[in-house]
């Protein structure tokens, strides 16, 4: 099936830092997702992305959609320590098609 | 956002036994719903799709009769895990997608710890 590659892999940085994790894949996705998930609880979405090049924010987090359509990147700015989590990228090749996940990046953040 | 549920929360079973868990879209029309399944420091691992009111389709290597899916409403799905084993304890999560706004997202429950002991 398809994959995407996610990176990094995990991530440890100091409250207030800001923090970029993107996915690529080889193939085209119409859509991009964003998920934070937290132990013991599902993915919860943060943001999504419907056109190439398109930039999105939500809060203190910015994605965006890339312009070849094989990735996207997420932006964290001035992080908090509720950011700890693991964070997944996932791709829609076509409406009603299922998702495809990245491998997710463990993010870390000390007080 | 929209909401979907999930019951139960965590279960613990005794091998051989049955366990259903429940997932509702509580705000939104659900046309597709999915089973995914979760083991520790892994990403999701779809099982099965489901469209309201047909069959549902099973990725490659999950047994379809031991893992029973109906999705009888445009509100609700189940998963019936059939003569669980101690190899079936995971964390099942499920997700519906429907029109929430003017675009189709995916919106997933808060999982079902499974033991089987």
């Known amino acids: 099936g398809q994959q995407l590659n996610q990176s990094p892999q995990s991530m440890f940085i100091q409250e207030g830092e800001d923090v970029s994790m993107n996915c690529t894949s080889s193939?085209?996705?119409?859509?991009w997702l964003w998920y934070k998930q937290d132990p013991g609880e599902g993915p919860v979405l943060l943001i999504a992305?419907?056109?190439?090049?398109e930039l999105t924010s939500n809060g203190r987090l910015t994605a965006q959609f890339g312009i070849t359509r094989k990735d996207s990147f997420l932006n964290i700015s001035a992080s908090i320590p509720s950011d700890v989590g693991i964070y997944f990228c996932?791709?829609?090749?076509?409406?009603?098609?299922?998702?495809?996940f990245g491998e997710g990046t463990q993010l870390t953040v000390n007080p | 956002g929209a909401v979907v549920s999930q019951h139960p929360s965590w279960v613990i079973c005794k091998s051989g036994t049955s366990v259903k868990i429940e997932c509702r879209s509580l705000?939104?029309?659900?046309?597709?719903m999915f089973w995914y399944r979760q083991f520790p420091k892994q990403s999701l691992m779809l099982m099965a799709t489901?469209?309201?009111?047909?069959?549902?389709?099973?990725e490659q290597g999950v047994e379809k009769d031991k893992f029973l899916i109906n999705h009888a409403s445009l509100t609700l799905s189940t998963l019936t895990v059939t003569s669980a084993h101690p190899e079936d304890s995971s964390f099942y999560i499920c997700?519906?997608?429907?029109?929430?706004?003017?675009?189709?997202?995916?919106?997933f429950g808060p999982g079902t710890r499974l033991t089987v002991t």
């Open positions: 997700s519906a997608r429907g029109q929430t706004g003017y675009n189709d997202e995916q919106y």
């Open positions: 193939s085209i996705f119409n859509t």
């Open positions: 992305l419907y056109k190439a090049g």
């Open positions: 996932a791709g829609l090749e076509t409406s009603g098609s299922r998702l495809t």
């Open positions: 705000d939104f029309q659900a046309t597709t």
């Open positions: 489901s469209n309201e009111g047909s069959k549902a389709t099973y």
